[in-house]
């Protein structure tokens, strides 16, 4: 026999799926106090006070449940609302602490910052599998942040994919000591998308927290 799927059966019907208990609602504490009205004693009648406090519990579920519902739909507007907030930073620069370089259409900016001044800096920068496709070295930089541009090529002047990269950076002193450097990213934003109830910035498919920006162009 062929049922409507197409699929192949061997006339035997499944048992049906198993659920587990769930949790009473309004309209099953309606109908249970119901119930109880119904099956009660007529020469020994609930307790005005105990029916009184059944009613005021239910009362309590029902306000509940609709606060409930009113919370829910007041924090999906406001997702709502954020996630248009962030529409118009579509196509803005922004800047984050991370080291990663966009590659578009020319050179390709990034930047980073010297906890002092540095006899050598070396930025290696690795495609997606972490290989390395270009190293870039500056000479005698002072403390603080510095910009640095990549020309989108590797070792041999072949010209890379487009796309988001990341770079090792490392710097050293005049004596040969390590040097603390921190990289930056220069990223455009190309869309907006929530993620567990959160609105992020998109760079590609990299998800950026709003948060984590520290420059806006």
């Known amino acids: 026999m062929i049922d409507v799927a197409g699929l192949s059966t061997t006339g035997t019907t499944s048992a049906p799926e198993k659920t ?5 609602g309004q309209d099953d504490f309606l109908k249970l106090l119901v119930t109880q009205l119904k099956n009660q004693d007529p020469l020994n009648p609930t307790d005005n006070t105990e029916f009184v406090s059944q009613l005021a519990q239910f009362s309590q ?7 409930a519902q009113l919370l829910q739909q007041s924090l999906d507007a406001q997702t ?3 996630q248009f907030t962030l529409l118009p930073m579509i196509g803005r620069t922004v800047t984050i602490g991370r080291p990663l ?3 578009g259409e020319g050179p390709a900016p990034f930047g980073y910052t010297l906890e002092k001044n540095a006899a050598k800096v070396l930025a290696s920068i690795q495609d997606e599998q972490g290989q390395v496709v270009r190293t870039l070295e500056y000479r005698d930089r002072l403390a603080g942040p510095h910009t640095a541009q990549w020309d989108g090529k590797d ?8 796309g988001l990269y990341r770079y090792v950076i490392s ?10 450097v921190e990289g930056r990213a220069t990223l455009t934003v190309s869309g907006v998308r929530m993620e567990d109830g959160q609105a992020k910035l998109l760079v590609g498919d990299l998800s950026i927290d709003p948060s984590a920006i520290v420059e806006l162009r």
């Open 20 to 24: 587990g208990p769930r949790a009473l």
């Open 101 to 103: 370089v966009q590659l």
């Open 80 to 82: 709502a609302s954020l």
């Open 155 to 162: 070792q041999n002047g072949v010209q890379m994919p487009k």
């Open 61 to 67: 579920l029902e306000q509940s449940a609709k606060q």
């Open 171 to 180: 710097a050293t002193d005049a004596e040969g000591q390590s040097v603390k």
